[in-house]
Nanobody, 126 residues
Framework: QVQLVESGGGLVQAGGSLRLSCAASGRAFSGAAMGWFRQAPGKEREFVAAIIRSGGSTYYADSVKGRFTILRDNAKNTVYLQMSSLKAEDTAVYYC???????????????????WGQGTQVTVSS
């Protein structure tokens, strides 16, 4: 069992920055691939970023490449999403997710993730 708790969301002006954190409970964290997804009102959930269990590879949606960075600290059981140059279209609830068996493949696919956090709201004002 893995519990995920996101934090760090809030209201920011366009062009600003935020860092989201996702704290995980349980020993499975170090072996898990971690992902960030987001869902805006009236839209489907979409992939944002992912990081493999070692932290050696990362993946990003085209819409956030060059602006967002995903990082993990296995000693702290925490994954981060550093967001910069924020745009109004980044407004959404952001969720972190864990794939405890990280067997490679498609990290963009939400269904591969076993556990999800409750989400944190990010609002970017233009």
């Amino acid at each position: 069992q893995v519990q995920l708790v996101e934090s760090g969301g809030g209201l920011v002006q366009a062009g600003g920055s935020l860092r989201l954190s996702c704290a995980a409970s349980g020993r499975a964290f170090s072996g898990a691939a971690m992902g960030w997804f987001r869902q805006a009102p009236g839209k489907e959930r979409e992939f944002v970023a992912a990081i493999i269990r070692s932290g050696g590879s990362t993946y990003y949606a085209d819409s956030v490449k060059g602006r967002f960075t995903i990082l993990r600290d296995n000693a702290k059981n925490t994954v981060y999403l550093q967001m910069s140059s924020l745009k109004a279209e980044d407004t959404a609830v952001y969720y972190c997710a864990a794939d405890v068996d990280d067997s490679g493949g498609n990290y963009y696919w939400g269904a591969r993730y076993d556990y999800w956090g409750q989400g944190t709201q990010v609002t970017v004002s233009s």
